[in-house]
C-alpha cells in the first residue's frame, strides 16, 4: 500500500508543480504544506484490506462514520510518505458514487493570516470551491488534471480531535 500511495503521490506532485509553476502568486502556493493524503477504497472490502494493512503501520487511528461510509484517520508510527506526508486518510467510497478510486487528493495546510479566497479568486482559469463536510471539516478545494488539493485552516488530526471532543462532552451531558 505504502508503495502505491508512494507512486500516486509523485504523479500528484508533478502535476502540482504544473499548476503552481502557472499561477500568478506562486509564493502562495508554494507555502503551502502538505498534511495528509486522501485514499479512497473501492468498497467496504477494499477498505478492510488496505485498513488492515495500514493498521500495522500506524500509532494512531480514528475511524468516524459519515455520509454512509467508514473514514480512517491514520499517523503513520515510524515514516512518512512522498511529500513529508505521515497522515493517510483511507476512506471508503459513497454508496452509489462512481468517483475514481485510488488517490483522491492531497490536504495542504494554509499559512495563516493569509485570505487563501482573495488570493484564488485573483488567479485566472483556476477550478476552486469551498466544501465543508459534517460541522468540523472545512477547506477550499483547487480541482486539477482529475484530482483535488483541499486548502485547509486545520488539519484531519485536528477535525478528528473536534469530532472526539463533541462526542465527549455528549456522552459528559448524558447522566
Known amino acids: 500500500m505504502l508503495e502505491e500511495l508512494n507512486t500516486a503521490i509523485d504523479v500528484y506532485e508533478a502535476e ?4 503552481v509553476a502557472a499561477r500568478k502568486n506562486k509564493r502562495f502556493f508554494e507555502s503551502l504544506r502538505p498534511t495528509a493524503v486522501g485514499w479512497k477504497t473501492e468498497d467496504l472490502a477494499d477498505y478492510d484490506k488496505r485498513f488492515n494493512e495500514l493498521r500495522e503501520l500506524s500509532d494512531q ?19 512518512k510518505l512522498g511529500l513529508g506526508i ?3 486518510k483511507l476512506m471508503q467510497r459513497r454508496p452509489g458514487s462512481s468517483d475514481a478510486t485510488r488517490l483522491d487528493h492531497i490536504d495542504f495546510l494554509i499559512p495563516e493570516n493569509v485570505d487563501a479566497k482573495a488570493i484564488l479568486a485573483a488567479e485566472a482559469g483556476l477550478n476552486w470551491t469551498e466544501e465543508q463536510n459534517g460541522d468540523f471539516c472545512k477547506w477550499i478545494s483547487v480541482w486539477f488534471d482529475n484530482t483535488e488539493a483541499k ?3 486545520d488539519t484531519t488530526v485536528g477535525v478528528a480531535i473536534a469530532e472526539l471532543q463533541a462526542v465527549d462532552k ?3 451531558g448524558a447522566k
Open 86 to 88: 505521515e497522515v493517510i
Open 170 to 172: 455528549k456522552v459528559l
Open 61 to 79: 487511528i480514528h475511524i468516524a462514520w459519515m455520509n454512509d461510509r467508514w473514514l480512517a484517520t491514520m499517523h503513520l508510527r515510524d515514516q
Open 151 to 153: 486548502l485547509r485552516t
Open 16 to 19: 502540482w508543480k504544473k499548476l
